[in-house]
């Protein structure tokens, strides 16, 4: 930074680079700190962006339909493999090519008028009267922490941090066709996955293998965990004699929003704030969403229309207080056998879907195959 800025954000991620866009686009000097050499390197997310993203996020618009794939349902798998398929009319997930699509952002923050220095990890800020001295790097008024789950920002200014998280692992496979490419593929099974579940998802490059667990409750490490699921899947999805061609791995805030989330001048957003849910573990769309409104929420503040947004504006972010409560009980009482049992039961199916389609599910009664074991569907080779 040769001349003070107005913002300093740090994280050219989801949340990072939509808070940056919308300051940019106001007007104001930002600049963002990332510390990785480009936005697509070293992922640690599946990328799977929910409908209601695409409706509300107005920043996706124009998202090159090349780097998408449509999901339009979800099959759910039973530790012992039976499944029951879901769906909601007119709702939909898009697999991304993650990679392209975190270029593509950075691209348009760019052109926005932002500027990511990039190889460049914020290390510490000091308080000054009008902002922050960040560093050697100057001056900003405002500092945005978008910095992900283990916030360096939140560390050096005395902000809450997540103390609970989920850890997930996924494998990228090139070349491998399945059957089904157009649903969601997620297993419950305590032993693999405990806390969570794990998932197969063609996206519109490669296929995604992956699993979540609570760290803490995991019963082995997350390396051997996805060997054991990758064993599993066999009869549905035979990724055994293929060898990833990456793997994204990462920690998964799950406590809710961190406290303190903000300080004068300064505020974390997306992961850094703990803004995932502590269910699903979506994090793109809060992300993404809440960094946009922050941005222009600081936007306001530095021109004088409105109050320090530290004071007022992070009210706005999600609670999260039902799905802390669903968190606290999966933790403890998830059970393989149950899920066997009841898989295919209204009950289970309906909530299924509100998980799955945030309260606007059904489940389809169309599909005449539901609750057929999953060995019936099979994965090709290419
Ligand atoms: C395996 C896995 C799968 C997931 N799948 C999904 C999914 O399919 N859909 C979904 O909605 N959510 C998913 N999530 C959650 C989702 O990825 C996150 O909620 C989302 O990425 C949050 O975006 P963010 O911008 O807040 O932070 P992040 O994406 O974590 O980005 C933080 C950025 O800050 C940079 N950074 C960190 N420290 C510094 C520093 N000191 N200096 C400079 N830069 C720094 C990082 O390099 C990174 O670019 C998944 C998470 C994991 C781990």
Not at 35 to 60: C, N, P, R, S, W
Not at 179 to 198: M, N, S, T, V, W
Not at 270 to 293: E, N, Q, W, Y
Not at 362 to 381: H, M, N, W
Request: a positive charge.
């Amino acid at each position: 930074m040769s001349r003070p800025q107005d913002c300093v954000v740090v994280g050219a991620s989801f949340a990072g680079l939509a808070c940056a866009q919308a300051l940019a686009r106001a007007g104001l000097s930002v600049t963002i700190l990332e510390k990785k050499a480009d936005a697509g390197e070293k992922l640690h997310t599946t990328g799977i962006i929910v409908k209601d993203a695409i409706d509300q996020v107005a920043l996706l618009d124009g998202l090159p339909s090349e780097l998408v794939h449509r999901i339009t349902g979800v099959r759910l798998y039973a530790p012992n493999l039976r499944h029951v398929d879901l769906a909601a009319p007119g709702y939909y997930f898009l697999a991304t090519d993650t990679p392209e699509v975190m270029r593509w952002l950075a691209r348009r923050t760019e052109e926005a008028g932002a500027r990511i220095a990039w190889k460049t990890p914020f290390s510490g800020a000091t308080r000054i009267q009008s902002g922050f001295e960040v560093g050697e790097l100057g001056t900003a008024r405002y500092l945005v922490g978008a910095d992900g789950p283990r916030s360096a920002v939140a560390r050096s200014l005395g902000l809450g941090q997540n103390d609970r998280h989920l850890f997930g692992i996924e494998h990228e496979y090139a070349g491998i066709e399945i059957a089904e490419p157009q649903k969601l593929h997620c297993f419950i099974d305590r032993r693999i996955a405990p806390g969570y579940i794990a998932w197969a998802v063609a996206g519109p490059r490669v296929l995604q293998v992956g699993l979540a667990h609570r760290v803490g409750r995991e019963r082995q490490p997350a390396a051997e965990a996805i060997q054991s699921f990758v064993d599993k899947l066999a009869p549905i999805i035979d990724v055994r004699g293929a060898s990833p061609a990456a793997v994204r791995a990462g920690m998964i805030p799950c406590g809710g929003i961190v406290r303190p989330v903000a300080a004068p001048r300064t505020l974390l957003v997306g992961d850094a704030a703990g803004m995932v849910s502590p269910l699903t573990a979506g994090g793109i769309h809060t992300a993404l969403k809440h960094g946009l409104a922050a941005g222009h929420a600081i936007a306001d503040y530095l021109a004088g229309r409105r109050d320090d947004p530290a004071t007022w504006f992070v009210d706005s972010y999600p609670r999260f207080r039902m799905k802390r409560v669903l968190r606290f009980l999966f933790d403890r009482f998830q059970s393989d056998l149950a899920f066997d049992l009841l898989l295919k039961t209204k009950a289970v199916r309906a909530a299924a879907s509100v998980v799955y389609f945030h309260r606007k599910g059904v489940f389809d009664p169309a599909k005449p195959d539901q609750g057929l074991p999953a060995s019936d569907s099979r994965a090709t080779k290419a």
